[in-house]
């Protein structure tokens, strides 16, 4: 029977018509400015904490317009940004070291629709306002960490070998080991043959000499694991920023993009992630002088290092723990009150800080903190920046007992200086230095027009594709509008499920989508109109017009859709944005131009004996 769909097809397009609606109804429901509070500690938020909180909130005036506890985290949800930020400062003063207290934008979904899993679908940094971090990676600091690496494990595994030698040193590039005699070569080769295959080998003239230089092929790598390391460690910083959608994707061999929607405390998020902060634990040397050392005779296995107020110290040259090696890290405070980081190891770690410690009671152990800072200077009228590796001796402590995994380092400044170091060790330790090179804020009411004006520009256009769709095809017109109107529902509903960032170039996509979708119509409905006038019934016009269209419309929406997946697959950052939803909603328009009027067609004028069609 001609335009007849069997019950299963008609129950099938309306069942997606429905999960359409109730996936993309989330987006119609705003956001609250709100703060989000979480432990940092192992243990969560208690019930009396979130109480106390709310009470708290409430008893400095602040309109509270809901409060919610869950999962041990809090949610505290207000009418202005005012009162949030009044709000954060107010508890970040009152509740300590050992929470995470972070400014976000929650979303007004209703119960039932969270109970679905519907959720609004995410918006961009130029549609929701936040700050935009371009960050340059120091490929350079990578391999000279490398090096250092090797110069110490160098000399280790000399000494472990008992192969006589006067010196290991960095020259240009080069580790150069001076042995004792040349007759120790033989026994040197087969040490790197062993441990350190990856470093290329010269032999100088000097025939007591042996230079080593890290390869290309590992130089590479190095480079290409710095980047991906710092990635992954800044979403971990993210994470703790609170942050529910950032964006954080490389640029190029050495950049990295980080996009934070909806963070308004810019200053801290730019802290958090430019820091390359980290620690190392070294035994104190006592048996050398260290006034010797501070005039230049340093002895071999140790190095001079500074305490905070300015004094020499003398630091055994092997590291005990990293912190690559912390698993854990949260803010206190020690017996006497002073700002402390309860630290947790691995079991690599762990092993080695037991190892040491079981030889070491007695003794003098220091914990070293390393970061890198950035200055600008003006130098012949130019901005020059100035990266220097700052390392400073934080604390000095004797080894009263056996520990490994879980301990304290004291010596810090301030609560906030614990918070913040307690958070970079959580999150983990940049492989290289990053620079920030480009920062860029987008506020809140900026967004809101970029929203406004991409509104009124579909509104528009959605109106008069929809006037002339109804004037010129009329009731075919008409339906075909009942399914453009359900093909941008259905866009919606497949990046809300998706929980995809929608940005200004996305709803670009998505416009476009809209001519693109009816424009298959139109080319059913003027087939429709050329088999009438070629005599055929309306019944078989209807039929003809969308079996011998099938094939054009597939081809035009199939070339948009492999020009769509290059630009997804080439692309970065908004040219994604918009190839997403082009890609969504070209699929989504071959079904509701087709299939969706087809179906409605089919109810108006099938089964029945027609004359005339409205078209």
Do not use: C
Request: no cysteine.
């Amino acid at each position: 029977m001609q335009n007849h769909y069997p019950l299963w097809k008609n129950i099938l397009i309306l069942f997606v018509f429905g999960i359409g609606i109730i996936y993309s109804l989330p987006t119609l429901y705003g956001e609250d400015p709100s703060v989000q509070v979480s432990s940092t500690q192992s243990d969560t938020i208690s019930q009396g904490q979130a109480g106390k909180m709310e009470a708290d909130l409430k008893a400095m005036g602040v309109a509270l317009k809901a409060f919610e506890y869950t999962d041990g985290r809090v949610l505290a949800r207000f009418n202005n940004t005012d009162d949030q930020l009044k709000a954060a400062d107010s508890l970040r003063d009152s509740l300590g070291n050992n929470v995470t207290v972070a400014l976000n934008l929650a979303p007004t979904t209703p119960q039932w629709l969270r109970v679905l899993h519907a959720n609004a679908m995410y918006l961009g940094l130029d549609l929701r306002g936040g700050v935009h971090f371009l960050l340059e990676v120091d490929m350079d600091a990578a391999v000279k960490q490398a090096e250092d690496r090797y110069n110490d494990d160098l000399r280790l595994a000399l000494r472990n070998e008992k192969i006589r030698y006067q010196s290991v040193a960095k020259d240009n590039g080069y580790l150069k080991i001076t042995l004792n005699s040349a007759d120790d070569k033989a026994s040197l080769f087969t040490l790197l043959n062993k441990d350190f295959r990856t470093l290329e080998i010269t032999e100088p003239e000097n025939k007591s000499q042996v230079w080593l230089k890290i390869s290309v092929k590992e130089e590479r790598e190095l480079k290409k694991n710095a980047v991906a390391q710092n990635m992954t460690t800044l979403r971990n910083r993210v994470n703790e920023l609170g942050v529910a959608e950032p964006v954080i994707q490389q640029q190029g061999e050495n950049r990295i993009v980080v996009q934070l929607p909806g963070v308004q405390d810019t200053t801290r998020a730019k802290e958090i992630l430019g820091t390359t902060a980290t620690l190392e634990y070294r035994l104190v040397d006592v048996e050398h002088d260290v006034q010797q050392a501070v005039a230049g005779r340093v002895p071999v296995g140790s190095r001079l290092y500074y305490e905070r107020k300015g004094a020499p110290i003398l630091l055994d040259r092997r590291i005990i723990v990293t912190g690559d090696q912390i698993v854990d890290a949260s803010s206190g405070v020690d017996q006497d009150g002073r700002p402390s980081v309860n630290i947790s190891l691995n079991g690599v770690g762990a092993a080695k800080m037991a190892k040491t410690t079981q030889v070491s009671v007695g003794k003098p152990m220091a914990v070293v903190f390393i970061e890198y800072k950035i200055d600008t200077k003006i130098v012949n009228g130019e901005k020059v920046r100035h990266k220097e590796k700052v390392e400073k001796v934080i604390n000095v402590a004797t080894i009263q007992g056996v520990f490994s995994k879980r301990f304290q380092t004291t010596g810090l400044d301030s609560p906030q200086e614990a918070r913040n170091l307690s958070l970079l060790l959580r999150a983990g330790a940049l492989a290289a230095p990053v620079d920030i090179v480009e920062e860029r804020t987008v506020g809140p009411s900026l967004g809101q027009d970029n929203i406004d004006k991409g509104m009124l520009s579909f509104v528009v256009g959605f109106a008069l594709v929809v006037l002339f769709m109804a004037v010129y095809y009329r009731l075919f017109g008409m339906i075909a509008n009942f399914a453009l109107a359900f093909n941008v529902v259905i866009v919606v509903a497949i990046l809300s499920m998706l929980q995809a960032t929608l940005t200004l170039p996305g709803i670009a996509g998505i416009i476009l989508t809209v001519g693109m979708s009816v424009d298959a119509n139109v080319l059913i409905f003027e087939r429709i109109k050329e088999e009438i006038k070629n005599g055929n019934t309306p019944q078989s016009a209807i039929f003809a017009g969308y079996d011998k269209a099938f094939a054009t419309i597939l081809d035009s929406h199939f070339t948009n859709l492999v020009v769509a997946v290059v630009l997804f697959a080439y692309g970065t950052g908004s040219v994604k944005g918009f190839a997403v939803t082009l890609i969504i909603g070209i699929l989504s328009s071959m079904f509701t131009a087709i299939t969706g009027t087809r179906m409605v067609i089919n109810w108006v004028y099938g089964n029945r004996r027609i004359e005339k069609l409205s078209i």
